[in-house]
């Protein structure tokens, strides 16, 4: 319908300049001989003109044809001697011999001579024709039309359905117990690889915590079992006889160390392991690691000072970042109590902060022993401690919290050797780490 | 001084009774939200303890509907949940100090008795005096027996926290929340060494020590006895 109705019009225009034309023609024609002329050549026309699609007809005053082929002066064409070319209706019985079966519609246009003959001049529009062999064409087709469209649903339904059922197959691989299990991504690089991506990073995320919480279970199980037995024995061999009340107060005041150190452990763990997961709901605040740095700087100068070392603090400029402060603290503080416990008097630590864009680097710098560079990587897992000094306090979990500090904070603790004695560095994205918008950007 | 210990756990309600008991205070005990609340509500008691994870009402909204009510009755709260925002969250809803277990008697001791010192007007007063000690809170002069002493920032917000707790044993925990605002687990080592220099600087060589060492547990601040 509405091609029928874009193309009636793309007709009327070319149609009405050939029916202004045409009209000139004749016009002309009439100027030069008269009605004679005219209907002489409108006679010669006529049997052409209904192939062609033209409708003529010259009529007396009172509506007599004279010429033409159609047989009568339709009233409908009075308004055309008005002007311009306009749509009228024409009855088929008056189109003799064309094909017209119905009225029909067409583009026309009228004139009056000065004796009061009059002129019709009629289009028969032969693109409607096209047009009606189209709809018929398309009566035809329709049938073939909506099955190829149904084929089209099913298969375009089909595909997608299988792209589905292969993210729900792996998923139910990886519920079945198969972690390592991902869910494929294809090439097509389409929303379905997005929301792979996506699963696939949620999977790893999944992976991690719960890897983590073994590790968790194990380490708590192996850590904490050396101060349960150290305790029971203790109780035991106490009650083995009787003892003074010195004694027994003193393996009591024994069992509470033990107690806190294990106490101070497991607090530990669990801090690394939820540091792992993420889940550390901790409010971020802006926090300015100079001025912490300064506080704590202030904070172990004393006890520097009692070591025999030297400790200089250098934080000038502004370093702010999204964080918690206490965590942060913590952080500090567990660097810093390395430092004292193995740098020997005579020595030297230095804490700062250094602000290069796009990081920022909080550095605790010793002239101790060092670690050796191939322990880089072990030092941070937990429970591995280096000192050959068996009686040092600690649980080997200093740096194994800072490392989990340092990533929850979206940074990573780096040691260097600073040549001689250790340098453990704390580098941080200078600024507000940015949130990525949700979707099409789970970068794997 | 009479207490009310709302605790699900008996055990542990167990032995902070005998531990409570021993140390000179008297003690009541509910297991549960909704009973706490209304002994809070209809007895006086001098302080509270409350566990969080209470079955009924919880402990935070005991606390938070005491407080509606008009109740200012110092709170301490106890909890399994440490985590930062808990801490926060448990002070907001009103209670007046946080301890995370598993935690030292000692430290509940010490912290318990600030708490129920806490209606001292000390807040209000510009000049802070213990013995021949005398503190200016607004010029900053510290002199005792008429000398005067020179403290840095640190060790002046130092010995007014002590002279705030006069009598009250303060542990290094406590110390490093309020003189530092740091909660983190220190090497306690550190705040000794604080201690020691406040030491030399306003009582050594004055004759009566102020700052003592209360072993196993943290510091005192008073007159020798």
């Known amino acids: ?444 | 001084m009479h207490i009310l210990l709302i605790e699900d756990d008996h055990d542990a309600a167990a032995y902070l009774k005998k531990g409570l008991v021993e140390s000179g205070y008297s003690l009541d005990h509910s297991d549960n939200g909704d009973d706490g609340l209304h002994l809070a509500i209809t007895s006086n008691y001098d302080a509270l303890i409350v566990d969080r994870m209470l079955p009924g009402r919880d402990g935070l909204s005991v606390i938070s509907m005491l407080r509606a009510g008009g109740n200012t009755t110092p709170v301490l709260v106890l909890s399994a949940l440490g985590e930062v925002d808990d801490r926060v969250h448990g002070l907001k809803s009103g209670g007046d100090d946080y301890m995370v277990k598993p935690y030292a008697f000692s430290e509940l001791l010490a912290r318990l008795e600030v708490l129920m010192r806490r209606a001292n007007p000390t807040h209000d007063l510009a000049r802070l005096k213990i013995a021949d000690l005398v503190m200016d809170l607004k010029t900053h002069n510290v002199t005792r027996s008429g000398q005067k002493i020179y403290l840095q920032p640190r060790e002046f917000r130092l010995l007014e926290y002590f002279m705030r707790h006069q009598g009250q044993v303060v542990t290094r925990t406590m110390l490093l929340e309020k003189v530092w605002g740091y909660s983190f687990d220190p090497n306690t080592n550190v705040i000794d060494v604080h201690i020691s220099r406040l030491r030399n600087k306003i009582d050594k060589g004055f004759g009566m020590p102020l700052i003592h060492t209360v072993r196993g547990v943290g510091y005192k601040f008073c007159e020798a006895s």
């Open chain 1, 1 to 444: 319908m509405v091609l029928y109705w874009s193309s009636e019009r793309y007709v009327s225009t070319q149609v009405k300049v050939e029916i202004s034309r045409e009209l000139a023609e004749l016009t002309r024609g009439f100027s030069e001989g008269g009605i004679s002329s005219l209907s002489d050549y409108i006679n010669e026309r006529k049997e052409q003109a209904i192939d062609d699609g033209w409708f003529y007809l010259l009529a007396k005053m009172n509506g007599l044809p004279v010429a033409g082929n159609l047989t009568k002066w339709p009233n409908e064409a009075d308004v055309l001697l008005e002007g311009g070319v306009r749509s009228i209706w024409l009855d088929d019985d008056i189109m003799v011999g064309s094909f017209y079966r119905n009225d029909a519609y067409l583009p026309a246009v009228a004139r009056e001579f000065p004796d009061g003959s009059r002129l019709l001049l009629a289009r028969g529009v032969e693109q409607d024709n096209v047009l009606r062999e189209l709809s018929e064409n398309l009566k035809e087709s329709l049938p073939a039309v909506v099955f190829f469209a149904l084929l089209m649903g099913l298969t375009l339904g089909w595909s997608i359905l299988r792209r589905m059922d292969t993210i729900s197959m792996a998923a139910n691989e990886i519920m079945a117990g198969d972690l390592a299990q991902r869910v494929p991504i294809s090439d097509k690089n389409d929303e379905f690889d997005a929301l792979a991506a996506c699963l696939n990073n949620m999977l790893d995320k999944i992976e991690k915590v719960l890897t983590g919480m073994k590790e968790v279970t194990d380490n708590v199980a192996h850590d904490l079992r050396s101060p349960v037995t150290r305790i029971r024995n203790r109780m035991e061999i106490t009650l083995l006889e009787e003892r003074e009340n010195m004694d027994y107060r003193e393996a009591m005041k024994q069992t509470i160390h033990d107690a806190e150190m294990m106490i101070r452990t497991f607090n530990a763990i669990l801090h690394v392991a939820q540091a792992d997961a993420g889940t550390i709901r901790a409010e971020l605040v802006p926090v300015d690691l100079s001025n912490l740095v300064r506080e704590m700087g202030e904070f172990y100068a004393p006890i520097a000072e009692e070591a025999g070392l030297d400790f200089h603090v250098h934080a000038d400029d502004i370093a702010i970042i999204q964080g918690n402060r206490d965590l942060l603290a913590q952080a500090i503080v567990n660097l810093l109590d390395n430092a004292l416990k193995y740098t020997p008097g005579g020595g030297s630590i230095y804490l700062r902060v250094v602000r290069h864009s796009p990081v920022i680097d909080l550095i605790v710098e010793d002239t101790g022993p060092g670690i050796p560079e191939s322990e880089f990587h072990r030092v941070r897992q937990r429970f591995v401690r280096l000192d050959t000094g068996r009686h040092s306090e600690g649980n080997g979990l200093g740096l194994t919290l800072v490392d989990a500090i340092a990533r929850q904070h979206d940074g990573s603790l780096i040691l260097e050797d600073n040549d001689p004695g250790l340098r453990a560095m704390l580098r941080f994205r200078d600024g507000v780490p940015d949130n990525p918008p949700f979707a099409y950007t789970c970068s794997t």
